[in-house]
């Protein structure tokens, strides 16, 4: 169901397209649901905006009057319509539109022809994330004067803001079923398993776990700008195909430090910097993007790196099926001193049961979840 904070008032959407087969289109799927502003020209767009307040944007590209990424940036050049989300919806689904589109500040790009049920999706979670921020903003203007018990509260909204855009990412890869969360269990255990470690004491003595977790869920943000042709595809990637897909680490970085522009908060934003930087590197030097060695890999970004193997080995794929938790560590053993920091697979090994209980507690979620009719879609083709 549409999440609506006022239940007698809809959300606005514009819609802008010169197409009028396309705005006939878009008011049967929406129609009902929202409150519709149809604009055929960007001109009547731009100054229908200085009259009226909406909630979202959907804005096609190649128009006749102005393109899409010039209404982008009138509107974001705007005080008053900057912070509107705008999300485009094309016939361009070449990756080059998409992340220029992105790097402008639209918040999702949706090539035609497109999923009525996907669309209605993801105008559902934008809606969600900006009431979130809302309140978040209406919270903190009056943060001052609140005790440090109300601190609490932030925290959890922030978090569950973050989880909104990482549900963003899992809705669009959905065959993860939760990876990002079950990740973050392992990454726990780990992570707490290195700060009782006095060889480590000198990085992590100034951690703050809960700023770490929380972090651990952007970690594969950038895949939000991954074509869906790589991202759902049902079998191994081909080498250029995998070429664009290791492109997900830089997205994200990209996307880490427009957080670190807005929120400000350096702790915060260097553990996602490190988590979605860093977990692909390996520590023979042949992983990606940097191709760092040894120790000149984050300590961070090296335990990310077991968490994120553990879960992608041990999870049902379209291309393969589970692996057990005994076979899973011992693939994790195997890569020891290459692929992962020797002395931190010692440090899991040591944690095999915690390990396997948080993974037998995930599996026995699953199990209810499918009994209640919430089963995760498992359709094509997630890439860790």
């Not at 190649?62 to 705007?78: C, Q, S, T």
């Not at 979605?276 to 890999?297: A, F, N, R, V």
């Not at 090994?349 to 919430?374: Q, V």
Request: proline share 4%.
């Amino acid at each position: 169901m549409i999440p609506v904070e006022n239940k007698k008032t809809k959300h606005t959407i514009m819609v802008i397209d010169d197409n009028a087969s396309e705005l006939l289109l878009l008011k049967n799927i929406l129609g009902e649901m929202y409150d519709l502003r149809l604009c055929k020209t960007a001109s009547f767009a731009l100054s229908m905006l200085e009259r009226i307040s909406v909630d979202i944007i959907l804005l096609d590209i190649e128009m006749p009057d102005l393109n899409g990424y010039e209404v982008l940036k009138i509107i974001k050049a705007n005080p008053a319509t900057k912070e509107i989300p705008v999300i485009f919806l094309t016939g361009r689904s070449d990756n080059t539109s998409e992340l220029e589109g992105l790097t402008l500040g639209a918040v999702d790009y949706l090539a035609k022809p497109f999923s009525p049920p996907l669309l209605l999706k993801h105008i559902e979670i934008h809606l969600l994330i900006e009431s979130q921020k809302r309140k978040l903003k209406d919270f903190n203007e009056n943060l001052r004067g609140m005790v440090a018990a109300k601190t609490e509260k932030v925290l959890k909204l922030q978090k569950s803001i973050l989880k909104t855009v990482a549900a963003l990412v899992e809705y669009r890869d959905t065959s993860t079923g939760s990876h990002i969360e079950r990740t973050e269990r392992y990454l726990e255990i780990l992570v707490t398993a290195v700060m009782n470690e006095e060889k480590y004491k000198k990085f992590s003595e100034k951690w703050d776990i809960d700023l770490i977790l929380q972090s651990s869920l952007l970690h594969d943000v950038g895949k939000i700008a991954i074509s869906d042709s790589i991202l759902l595809k049902p079998g191994p990637l081909d080498a250029k195909e995998f070429a664009e897909m290791k492109k997900h680490v830089q997205y994200g970085l990209e996307f880490v430090e427009k957080m670190k522009e807005i929120d400000g908060e350096e702790d915060f934003t260097e553990y996602a910097r490190i988590m979605t930087g860093y977990h692909h590197e390996k520590w023979d030097g042949t992983g990606y993007p940097h191709k760092l060695k040894g120790e000149d890999i984050p300590l961070l970004g090296r335990i990310m790196a077991i968490a994120d193997v553990y879960d992608a080995v041990t999870s049902e794929r379209p291309y393969k099926k589970t692996i057990p938790h005994k076979e899973a560590m011992a693939i994790i053993r195997d890569g020891r001193g290459s692929h992962f920091d020797p002395s931190l697979v010692d440090l899991f090994m040591k944690k095999t049961d915690e390990i396997h209980d948080a993974k037998k507690l995930e599996t026995r979620k699953n199990i209810d979840n499918k009994s209640d009719g919430g089963a995760a879609q498992t359709p094509a083709g997630k890439r860790s």
